[in-house]
């Protein structure tokens, strides 16, 4: 089953994020370009502007993205059951034995939309000027690259 989710950005085309380590939030522009083929998309670990540890590419994902794709999974898994087992349960209960079943899956809503406010400072590591990220406002310790951790210092 693939279920297509869309994550919304701010006005400045920034995804939140939420690093593994540190649970800080930050924000970094989503890879939409075409890459040839072989080359990937995407690194396969990035580097937490705060805290400076590794973690793998997929392990990003805010609290409420999390929430927000297992609230639509949990929706979907749902329609499915009921797809798959109405036609059993209907044969069972057509049939004249003294057997019936009942079907009652629970109704689940979908999920409130995701919002994402234009907070945060975009700030491009010198070493990396083309992945430009976001972190806290009140942010006033070193950073580290996204793509290599190199430390960097906000411009004053």
């Not at 945060?120 to 070193?142: G, L, N, R, S």
Request: glycine share 4%; net charge negative.
């Amino acid at each position: 089953m693939e279920i297509p989710l869309e994550f919304p950005l701010d006005s400045d085309g920034y995804l939140r994020r939420q690093c593994p380590r540190c649970e800080r939030a930050l924000k970094w522009r989503p890879d939409d370009e075409e890459h040839p083929a072989g080359e990937p998309s995407e690194p396969v670990a990035y580097h937490c502007p705060y805290c400076g540890e590794v973690s793998p590419a997929d392990q990003w994902w805010t609290d409420e993205q999390v929430d927000y794709a297992q609230g639509l999974a949990s929706m979907e898994a749902m329609r499915l059951v009921e797809r798959e087992l109405r036609p059993t349960a209907d044969k069972i209960n057509r049939s004249s034995g003294s057997h019936k079943m009942e079907l009652q899956t629970p109704s689940l809503n979908p999920p409130a939309p995701l919002f994402e406010p234009d907070d945060m400072i975009a700030v491009e590591p010198p070493c990396h000027p083309e992945e430009p990220i976001k972190v806290c406002e009140q942010w006033d310790e070193e950073l580290h690259c996204l793509v290599c951790g190199r430390v960097f210092v906000l411009p004053t």
